[in-house]
């Protein structure tokens, strides 16, 4: 499978957030298909195929806002991790909140990475890159 395969789906209520992250995306040319849910309520449905929900194909990678209504990043998390086909998802956190809580209650749903978007800020190149380099160089599990 070549890396050009990989999906990549942006959970965030944030428009702005969600512009700055497309626009970056399509400077630097990744060719990736990109989607866009405004909380885990539709992101779940958009990873589970649900009727009327725009599907998302394995693999996929998320970014993850941890601030939104109906259903945050944590609760999306549990669900996640909880469900037999999506449990083995790669998802990063990409989020406002620098508080420790949140950033040990994401590792305990073994994310892929944390990174505070205000910390970015400059160095959001860097988070392409590496975004970039994941999809080329790690092998993604299959879906359960």
């Known amino acids: 499978m070549e890396y050009r395969d990989v999906n990549i789906l942006v959970v965030d209520d944030d428009r702005v ?7 970056a995306l399509a400077e630097r040319k990744i060719g990736n298909k990109i989607y866009v849910a405004s909380d885990g309520v539709q992101a779940l449905a958009m990873l589970r ?7 998302v194909e394995w693999p996929v990678i998320t970014l993850l806002d941890l601030r939104m209504p109906r259903m945050n990043g944590v609760e999306f998390l ?5 469900d037999p086909v999506l449990q083995r998802s790669i998802i990063f956190v990409l989020t406002t909140s620098e508080d420790d809580r949140d950033i040990t209650t994401a590792y305990d749903h073994h994310v892929a990475g944390y990174l505070v978007k205000s910390a970015v800020g400059q160095d959001f190149i860097r988070l392409l890159s590496l ?3 994941f999809k080329l160089v790690v092998q993604f599990p299959c879906k359960g």
């Open 17 to 23: 957030d969600v512009l700055a992250v497309t626009e």
């Open 49 to 55: 195929g649900d009727e009327g929900a725009e599907y």
């Open 78 to 82: 549990k669900e996640v991790r909880s």
């Open 131 to 133: 975004l970039e380099d």
